[in-house]
């Protein structure tokens, strides 16, 4: 019951605080204007309002259903892998409720406006020029989160697997 409430927890935390900041930079911001929170970190960190009616950095812009069709998917299938999580992951909850978080996050964006609703604008001159959301970087955490705690779960298995084999 633990782990369920843990997910639940940072998946609502999610949803929330990523459709709060959606809902601000929409009432505050036009179509591709910018705003520098911290004035001094501009044009390398600055909130730049934009749409994104495909998939990650605009790929398939005419897909838009399909990522929502996608992102359903997704959702329900790591709500049945959660199921069988061992109860001593102690990520697994937080790291699987920051990716489903930012799905429905991003998911709501595309029912209520037809796009994703991107700000979060990162940018090197000459190398690289991104806008996300909270929703977007919550999946990528999320991501991390989890593949570090199996890589480390993996880790000390092989390493009590040793010890195991050495005392034996």
């Known amino acids: 019951m633990r782990k369920w409430?843990?997910?639940?927890?940072?998946?609502?935390?999610?949803?929330?605080?990523d459709q709060a900041s959606k809902s601000w930079v929409v009432a505050n911001l036009e179509l591709y204007e910018s705003a520098a929170?911290?004035?001094?970190?501009?044009?390398?960190?600055?909130?730049?309002?934009?749409?994104?009616?495909?998939?990650?950095f605009g790929i398939l812009p005419m897909a838009g259903d399909v990522f929502l069709l996608v992102a359903l998917f997704i959702i329900a299938g790591l709500l049945w892998y959660f199921r069988?999580?061992?109860?001593?992951?102690?990520l697994a909850p937080v790291a699987i409720g920051l990716?489903?978080?930012?799905?429905?996050?991003?998911?709501?964006d595309r029912l209520q406006y037809g796009h994703v609703v991107d700000f979060i604008h990162y940018q090197i001159p000459d190398v690289i020029s991104n806008v996300s959301n909270l929703a977007d970087h919550a999946i990528?955490?999320?991501?991390?989160?989890a593949v570090g705690e199996n890589l480390w779960r993996d880790y000390q298995?092989?390493?009590?697997?040793?010890?195991?084999?050495?005392s034996a």
């Open 99 to 108: 990716v489903i978080g930012g799905a429905i996050g991003n998911a709501l």
């Open 5 to 17: 409430i843990i997910l639940g927890s940072a998946l609502a935390a999610t949803v929330v605080t």
């Open 37 to 56: 929170p911290i004035p001094a970190l501009a044009p390398l960190f600055q909130f730049t309002r934009s749409s994104n009616s495909g998939a990650a």
């Open 140 to 145: 990528v955490l999320g991501a991390l989160l």
């Open 84 to 90: 069988d999580t061992r109860s001593e992951a102690r």
């Open 157 to 166: 298995e092989r390493r009590s697997a040793a010890n195991d084999d050495s």
